[in-house]
Nanobody, 121 residues
Framework: QGQLTESGGGLVQPGGSLRLTCAAS????????MGWYRQAPGKERELVAT???????NYAASVEDRFIISRDGAKDTVYLQMNDLKSEDTAVYYC???????????????WGQGTHVLVSY
């Protein structure tokens, strides 16, 4: 279940903005976290931001004053509004979903295919 599809990446100049969208095409279990990770060339994948089914948000320190994560629960969609982009934000951004049916059951995890963000003149 899940089937995540990202969109919204592209080329943007430093200081610009982009909005990433991730939509799940299949039902998501009630207990869930949706979020974004990124992987820059030559680096490991890192957390950018997550949002829980209750609306709790978590951000990496490097983006917390510039990026905003939100979700549309009715559409099983998560968004990442990225403002004041910097060259160091250049990476492939991956949507992530962790979900489970109940507290007694195991977590399932899914990843999107990734969308490229290039911050450059």
């Amino acid at each position: 279940q899940g089937q995540l599809t990202e969109s919204g990446g592209g080329l943007v100049q430093p200081g610009g903005s982009l909005r990433l969208t991730c939509a799940a095409s299949e039902p998501i279990f009630t207990i869930n976290y949706m979020g974004w990770y990124r992987q820059a060339p030559g680096k490991e994948r890192e957390l950018v931001a997550t949002i829980s089914f209750q609306g709790f948000k978590n951000y990496a320190a490097s983006v917390e004053d510039r990026f905003i994560i939100s979700r549309d629960g009715a559409k099983d969609t998560v968004y990442l509004q990225m403002n004041d982009l910097k060259s160091e934000d250049t990476a492939v951004y991956y949507c992530n979903l962790k979900h489970r049916r109940s507290p007694s059951e195991r977590w399932y995890e899914e990843w999107g295919q990734g969308t490229h963000v290039l911050v450059s003149y």
